[in-house]
């Protein structure tokens, strides 16, 4: 697939649940990073992965927020127990790493929590 | 750590004018920025990518220049057209391979 894809596109969770969000790089990327956009707010880097590595996870809040990058699949960004202010949109982008430093971004996971 | 401030933050001009929006960075040891725009309630599409050796880059109607020293960009839109209504963001990264800094974007509305 040419582009970043991200499923599911619109998420609604209650107080509590779970979420997982998940990125399918583009073809031949092997680098993916996770931003978090709340409303009315700027992008806000949260992690940075490469296969079945986290590198840089210096955005991601202590509690409840976890992301993998495995071997085989997509990268998975999951937030257990969610509240209220989680409520925001989560883009994935990915990067071929070696030879080309250029993020390319999905369309977005919308977060809504009841 | 590496700020990035966008002025303004909303902007609003009448269909056919030439506008410049503004991005600033404080430490100007930058890997690349890259102008994005968001339209709302959607995804970001990449503008214009300006890479630490270069000056300037170039796309139809849109400009960004690039000055390292002093720690600025610029995004020149020619004759605005309604559809350039939406949210521009600027974005900087520090390496090949690692996170975006983005500022909080200008909002612009083109007056038809």
């Known amino acids: 697939n040419a582009d970043v894809m991200q499923n599911p596109r619109h998420l609604v969770r209650r107080r509590g649940q779970e979420a997982r969000l998940r990125c399918s790089p583009m073809k031949g990327h092997s680098h993916v990073y996770w931003y978090r956009q709340l409303p009315e707010e700027g992008l806000k880097f949260m992690v940075y992965l490469q296969k079945e590595n986290i590198i840089d996870e210096s955005g991601m809040p202590k509690e409840r927020f976890s992301a993998e990058f495995p071997k085989e699949g997509p990268s998975i960004l999951r937030i257990q127990q969610v509240v209220r202010g989680d409520s925001a949109a989560y883009f994935c982008?990915?990067?071929?790493?070696?030879?080309?430093?250029?993020?390319?971004f999905g369309p977005g996971t919308r977060l809504t929590v009841t | 750590k590496q700020e990035v401030t966008q002025i303004p933050a909303a902007l609003s001009v009448p269909e056919g004018e030439n506008l410049v929006l503004n991005c600033s960075f404080t430490d100007s040891a930058i890997y690349n920025l890259q102008w994005f725009r968001q339209d709302p309630g959607k995804g970001l599409t990449s503008l214009l990518l300006i890479q630490s050796s270069q000056r300037e880059q170039t796309s139809g109607r849109l400009n960004a220049s690039l000055d390292k020293s002093s720690g600025r960009s610029t995004l020149y839109i020619a004759a605005s057209q309604p559809g350039d209504s939406a949210t521009y963001l600027c974005?900087?990264?520090?390496?090949?391979?690692?996170?975006?800094?983005f500022g909080s974007g200008t909002r612009l509305s083109i007056r038809p």
């Open positions: 974005a900087v990264s520090s390496s090949s391979a690692s996170k975006i800094i």
């Open positions: 982008a990915s990067s071929p790493g070696t030879g080309g430093s250029e993020q390319y």
